[in-house]
């Protein structure tokens, strides 16, 4: 069983505190790992080491057994790992379709084979089968600044696997969307994972989201993994419920 | 030697006037994000407004106090609600290219009402020359800059030392902070543009006796001050008082020992290094940013 | 629709102003002048010695008989900008065009005013102006090839000077004048130890000052701007500065003067024809232009003032209005006050349309200007 | 883009091919100074209006390029050698002088390229040996194209009309295709524009350097329409002049700079009907402008169609159909 991602021994600390200290996971293929633990665990400051948008002091990742460390996010991305924001982060300005667009067409031939070729980089159709598929066919042609919360939401989710990517990391998805979008979300997540046999990493607070998404789940507590299993087992885990209700 | 501290003496006057020009620069930043690109404009005019009232028949020392009210009223207040309010929710380009015109809408008005002829305008020291460590200066260089730094002085004691200085910075330095703590953050913002109103009218009352007032002397003393705002720290009072000494300084040595053709050139190429190496300027704090 | 309709109202307007007709009991003489930017104190002088002598050729009934009707368009010290005002000038088929001052501008308006054959009477002093062969060019001051040569002559003979410090303002007057200048010098065999440039606007002089302490030559030059020129002579006694200071005109005007105080005095040159001349009529003229606009007028005003009654007497002397015929009268023509009196000083053009007239060395003494000596026209 | 936008489009170009037939060299001199700035404009929408870097040196591109045509042609090279070279030129420094843009925010690239651009002048007058100085270059010939001379004034109007057309086109194929979509992705969030893979380090060099680069074509165009150049002309008020034509027409509209550009040109000689007041008459009408439609014109315009079409409160237009959406 091959890891496609895997980290070793990382450390990042901000002057004198260490958010990530020496945090060492694997991420098998074809799995939904769940990530969580309690406000300034450091679950965000791991993702971003990952995605190198930050650089870590120590330690390695390794995404299909190659050093990713310190690479540049859009190279990264490129490599197949995209990622959602757990504070929205779409293009306000630009349409439901070209959202997508975007989202894909940096993978497309080099910068400037796109620029002599269609303007849609022939990602079109991709998109729209994604629109169709996250259910927004509505919505295509809005100017995603006029979106609801939710509805961003989901485009945010679905603009991270328009690139088909290897692995997808989701940084808390249920973060602010109301209990029927959320379930929808949850949903589609599934589905897309049915179909594709995608790879997803998802950071959460919301323990339910997590439980019923999830096949394995990580819990991260003051920059350390604390404990490794199952849902039902991470439920179970004393050392858990002390971590979220200790302090 | 002697030359050297001559050039510095001369230079620490010139650097005063535009410290005293780029603080007022750096407040309104601070509590609006306006870049005033008006503001030498706004030290060229009130000569006029004092040069006026003297026509009239009106002392000196009053004149000077009408100059410096009726700057409170047109560069203050009527610049704010006029001009930067209806902008401000709309970001800083607009209101650039509005203080641009405003600068040349100055510009012109002088001219056309007054003279495009440098009027002389009284000193407020008879010039006279005193010697030491071998250096000239004159005494309206010294009370240039004794008052520069006396208002700037007065200005951070203010700023840091009173309440409604705290207030201020308060305001600049997080708004909606500000305003949950309770801070009339409205009026604060109304009296940093009072205070820059006040400080160019005494910039104008100090240096117009040098460089006589005529309407183009906002052109050099505006770029002055703004580069001398941004490489003190374009957040930060010290750092514009810094800055100011810097350019004056630098704009005298680097014509005397490198090149007269290229003075110019230096402080512009400081700027850059700054921005490149130090962005929130040599005194600066960084900005917040909202990744 | 909208944008080309703002295009067509706009374009009109623009039309509007470039298409209006002129009665034949008016000549059309438009000026194209520095009103605003770098050139503006220029302009505007330029403006004002032009209209006062309008209005007096006017109030006695015009230029035979036609009133004078001369617009004024602004080059913004522009080029660009002067370039398009000349083309407005010329499309309305004027009969000579005033100005511009800036000789960068009247390089580029030249070659219209050449090819549409209209006489421009212009403010520049660069000596290119005269030497591109233009038959259709004039000045009414002289160019900086004249009045060089006289002041390098009062430095060899004069002041005895073996060495020489220029100071000089780093744009279109001063650097034509610096060039000149350091022309002479070497045709003289006189050293220049010190080439200092300064920028316009420039208030502190000390670092220049401390240059040309340093390189203690027998006379220093300086040519600048008035104001700058005040400051550069307060600074130059603050620091004790002995060596002769010697200028051209503007150094020695009265303006600056005032402005530097004490500090102008000793302060020698040359001077063309400015309002301090020792004439009579200067000294009306200088006393009207102070009374209608309540400044000093410097030498680009009496430019304005003479270049209306030159292009009065030329016409009157033609008895008609042919601008073709103007060039060709006016080269090698001599005016006297006595045939002209706006002329103010005699005055001849020679056939660059350069002009050539008596000027002075002059000194200051007790706050005034002293002729030390009248030098006679070149021609003489 | 909308039927509106095309009648108007059509109606702009049948105006101003008809234009020079019934105006006098003056006017044709003003179009013509029009399509030369506009030109620049297109450049300066670029990098702002799309990629939205703020530039302040735009001004000294077009001097760049205008010395480098007209010391090239008067060194006995072929115009549209020279033109190429003007162009290249400023795209090269433009992509050295984007490098601050990746590492200090907006503003603070706007003061580099303002420094940037004073230093230019400092050059251009200083470097006499190359530059000839305060004297400037005189003389410059207009270029003669296939046995075409564009001598004359309608000539040369049709000329730098048409080179602003090719170049207006190029720049719009640009925008349609995908680069267009990524320069907008850059100026919304670049944050999640790298996350999706764009580079962001290129394309803002990219942003920066085609819009310095248009800024010397445009140049390359002034030196002959002027036949006279100094340094004096590409001071700081030329680039000030240009962002003002950018923001006045409309940031980030396609057609923004060709409506700020005709403002910018023919206000003021509009505003010339007041004689000696007529720069004060322009500045308050700026000023005024910028207090009503901030979006520009193009902005308003936008505003006022959304508003009559669809209820509740349209999009903040700096996005414009034309460009981005393929």
Not at chain 4, 122 to 136: A, S
Not at chain 4, 199 to 220: N, V
Request: net charge neutral; proline share 4%.
């Amino acid at each position: 069983m091959t890891a496609v991602l895997e980290v070793s021994n990382l450390r990042k600390s901000f002057g004198g505190i260490t958010a990530v200290d020496g945090v060492s996971f694997k991420v098998r293929d074809g799995e939904i790992l769940g990530i969580i633990g309690p406000n300034g665990s450091g679950k965000s400051t791991l993702f971003n080491c990952v995605l190198g948008q930050l650089t870590p002091n120590q330690g390695e990742v390794r995404v299909d057994g190659k050093t990713t460390t310190g690479m540049r996010p859009c190279d990264l991305n490129r490599l197949g790992v995209s990622r959602t924001f757990q504070l929205l982060q779409v293009f306000p300005q630009l349409s439901v379709r070209d959202n997508l667009i975007m989202a894909g067409q940096e993978h497309q031939g080099s910068m400037y084979s796109r620029l002599i070729g269609s303007p849609d980089a022939g990602l079109s159709d991709a998109a729209e089968r994604m629109i169709e598929f996250f259910r927004l066919s509505h919505l295509a042609d809005e100017q995603v600044g006029l979106l609801s919360y939710g509805q961003q939401k989901l485009l945010d989710a679905a603009m991270a696997f328009m690139a088909g990517p290897r692995l997808v990391l989701l940084d808390e998805p249920a973060g602010g969307v109301n209990l029927t979008m959320l379930v929808h979300l949850r949903e589609r997540l599934q589905a897309y994972h049915a179909e594709h046999n995608a790879t997803f990493v998802v950071i959460e607070h919301q323990m339910e989201f997590v439980m019923a998404l999830c096949t394995r789940v990580l819990v991260l507590a003051e920059g350390r993994l604390i404990a490794e299993g199952t849902p039902q087992d991470i439920r179970r885990n004393p050392v858990v419920i002390e971590a979220y209700l200790g302090h | 030697m002697a030359s050297f501290i001559q050039l510095l003496v001369s230079g620490l006057a010139t650097g005063a006037i535009y410290a005293l020009i780029a603080v007022g620069f750096t407040l309104l930043w601070q509590t609006s994000q306006t870049i005033n690109f008006a503001q030498g404009e706004f030290v060229m005019l009130p000569a006029f407004f004092i040069l006026e009232s003297m026509y009239l028949g009106v002392p000196f020392w009053l004149s000077a106090l009408i100059g410096i009210a009726l700057s409170i009223v047109i560069l203050g207040l009527l610049f704010k609600f006029l001009i930067v309010d209806p902008m401000l929710k709309h970001g800083v380009l607009p209101l650039v290219i509005s203080t641009i015109a405003l600068s040349l809408f100055l510009k012109e008005s002088a001219k056309n009402f007054y003279s495009s002829q440098a009027q002389p305008f009284p000193a407020l020291v008879p010039s006279t020359d005193l010697h030491f460590l071998g250096a000239v200066v004159s005494t309206q260089s010294l009370v240039v800059l004794a008052v520069a730094i006396a208002t700037v002085v007065a200005l951070h004691l203010l700023l840091h030392k009173t309440r409604l200085g705290r207030s201020m910075q308060a305001t600049a330095q997080n708004p909606t902070l500000a305003r949950i703590l309770g801070i009339p953050v409205r009026r604060m913002v109304l009296y940093t543009f009072l205070i820059n109103a006040v400080l160019v009218a005494v910039a104008s009352i100090l240096i117009s006796p040098i460089y006589l007032a005529k309407f183009t002397n906002g052109e050099t003393l505006g770029l002055a001050a703004f580069l001398a705002a941004i490489i003190g720290g374009f957040n930060q009072v010290r750092g514009a008082i810094l800055g100011g000494f810097i350019l004056g300084i630098l704009d005298n040595l680097s014509a005397a020992y490198i090149s007269s053709q290229y003075r110019g050139a230096f402080p512009l190429l400081i700027l850059i290094a700054v921005i490149l190496l130090r962005p929130q300027g040599l005194l600066g704090r960084i900005e917040e940013r909202t990744v | 629709m909208l944008r080309s309709a703002l295009f067509m109202s706009v374009i009109a307007a623009g039309l509007g102003l470039s298409s209006q007709s002129h009665a034949q009991s008016t000549v059309y003489m438009p000026a194209v002048l520095e009103e605003s930017g770098a050139g503006a104190v220029s302009g505007t002088n330029f403006r004002d010695g032009m209209r006062m002598a309008i209005d007096e050729v006017n109030a006695k009934g015009g230029i035979l008989s036609r009133k004078i009707d001369s617009p004024v368009f602004d080059t913004q010290s522009d080029a660009g900008i002067s370039r398009a005002q000349v083309q407005k000038a010329l499309d309305n088929n004027p009969y000579v065009v005033l100005g511009p001052v800036f000789s960068g501008s009247v390089l580029v308006d030249m070659q219209l005013t050449q090819q549409a054959e209209i006489p421009e009477i212009v403010g520049g002093e660069a000596a290119a102006v005269t030497q591109k062969g233009d038959p259709y060019v004039f000045r009414t001051s002289f160019g900086q090839q004249f009045s060089m040569p006289k002041i390098a002559n009062y430095i060899r003979d004069g002041v005895k000077a073996k060495t020489v410090s220029v100071l000089w303002v780093n744009n279109d007057f001063g650097k034509g004048a610096r060039d000149n200048f350091v022309k002479e010098m070497d045709a003289r065999g006189i050293k220049v130890v010190a080439d200092i440039s300064t920028e316009s606007g420039q208030s502190d002089f000390a670092a220049d000052v401390v240059k040309i302490k340093a390189a203690n030559a027998d006379a220093i030059f300086v040519d600048t701007n008035e104001e700058e020129s005040a400051r550069f002579l307060i600074e130059a006694k603050k620091q004790g500065i002995t060596a002769p200071l010697l200028g051209d005109t503007t150094l020695l005007g009265q303006k600056v003067i005032d402005l530097a105080g004490g500090a102008a005095e000793g302060v020698r040159g040359h001077v063309a024809l400015t309002v301090d001349a020792p004439i009579p009529a200067v000294q009306e003229f200088a006393a009207k232009f102070k009374q209608r606009y309540n400044y000093v007028c410097d030498h680009n005003g009496i430019k304005g003032y003479t270049a209306i009654y030159f292009i009065k007497y030329v016409t009157e002397k033609m008895g008609k209005f042919d601008s073709k015929g103007f060039a060709q009268t006016a080269h090698g023509l001599t005016i006297t006050p006595q045939q002209e009196p706006g002329i103010l000083m005699e005055a001849t053009w020679d056939q660059n349309g350069d002009i050539d007239r008596q000027s002075f060395l002059v000194e200051v003494i007790g706050g005034k200007q002293k002729i030390v000596q009248v030098l006679p026209k070149l021609g003489k | 883009m909308s039927r509106l936008g095309v009648i108007a489009v059509v109606g702009a170009a049948i105006f101003a091919i008809a234009a020079p037939f019934f105006l006098k060299p003056f006017g044709i001199y003003l179009i013509s100074m029009w399509t030369v700035l506009t030109v620049a404009a297109i450049g300066l929408n670029l990098t702002l209006g799309y990629a939205g870097q703020v530039s302040m040196a735009q001004g000294a591109f077009i001097g760049i390029g205008a010395y480098t045509v007209a010391l090239l042609t008067q060194a006995g090279w072929p115009y549209p050698v020279a033109f190429v070279c003007a162009g290249s030129l400023c795209f090269v420094i433009g992509w050295g002088l984007g490098y601050p843009a990746l590492r200090v925010q907006h503003h603070y690239l706007a003061f580099v390229t303002l420094a940037f651009s004073t230093l230019v002048f400092l050059v251009l007058r200083n470097e006499e040996w190359l530059t000839h100085g305060v004297y400037g270059i005189s003389g410059i010939a207009r270029p003669t194209l296939f046995g075409w001379s564009t001598g004359k004034p309608r000539d040369f109007y049709f000329f730098s009309l048409g080179t602003l057309t090719v170049l207006a086109a190029a720049t719009w194929w640009m925008l349609r295709s995908p680069w267009g979509r990524a320069f907008v992705a850059l100026r919304e969030n670049p944050l999640r524009a790298q996350s999706l893979g764009l580079d962001t380090r290129r394309y803002t060099l990219m942003a920066f350097a085609i819009g310095s680069g248009l800024g010397g074509l445009s140049g390359a165009l002034y030196a002959p329409l002027v036949q006279f150049i100094e340094p004096n002309s590409f001071v700081l008020d030329l680039s000030f002049n240009l962002l003002l034509m950018v923001i006045v027409g409309g940031s980030g509209y396609f057609f923004g700079p060709f409506v700020g550009a005709l403002i910018a040109v023919l206000l003021p000689e509009w505003a010339r009907i007041t004689e000696g007041y007529y720069l004060m008459v322009y500045a308050a009408m700026i000023m005024g402008m910028m207090a009503f439609c901030p979006y520009g014109v193009l902005g308003m315009v936008e505003r006022a169609i959304k508003a009559v079409t669809m209820r509740g409160d349209p999009p903040t237009p700096i996005l414009h159909a034309e460009g981005t959406s393929p």
